[in-house]
């Protein structure tokens, strides 16, 4: 049974999570727009840019009950959604009995995939630099799991390789919005930008 800082850990891991959602949402958004990630975030309806009280991770959507406070276009369910899958990922990792190190290492490929399927469903089609990054990421992550470099090289692990990058892929593709009617799923709601 969990203590007061077991839980409150895996509660402060989930409102970071849904922190680091907010900003893959505007990641996802603004890739490959020329656009800068320091920008403040506006209303793609009325352009007006947001306090930051209409910028805080699920309080915010729920309290303006989905609509801009300006204009009164509804916001995309692509935010909260984010901020809730983020943090419930980021919550998860308390359980992992791997180093900090590797902790991380998830996380990031976690967001990397995060931040392509919001740019496929917005652009369709995936960037290629995110791709390579997550192959990369995932096959160092296993990398790390089979042991020391030295370790890895004498035991010349050219399956555990091909594996690691077959295996991570495979769960990418498992959720990927191509196995999904996109149409259909995620209609052209306005999102913030
Ligand atoms: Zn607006």
Redesign the pocket.
Known sequence: MWGYTERMTVVVLFVLGTVVGSFLNVVGLRWGSGRTLLGRS???????VLEWYELIPLFSFLILRR???????KISWQYPAVEILTGLVFATIFNFQFSIFQNLLFLTVFCIYIVIVIYDIHHKIIPDKLVYAAILLSVVNRWLLVGSTLDWLSRCQARTLCRSSLGSNAGFLCYHPCFLDRRRRFPGVPLLE
């Open positions: 506006s209303c793609p309806s009325c352009r007006k609509r801009c406070l300006n204009c009164g276009e």
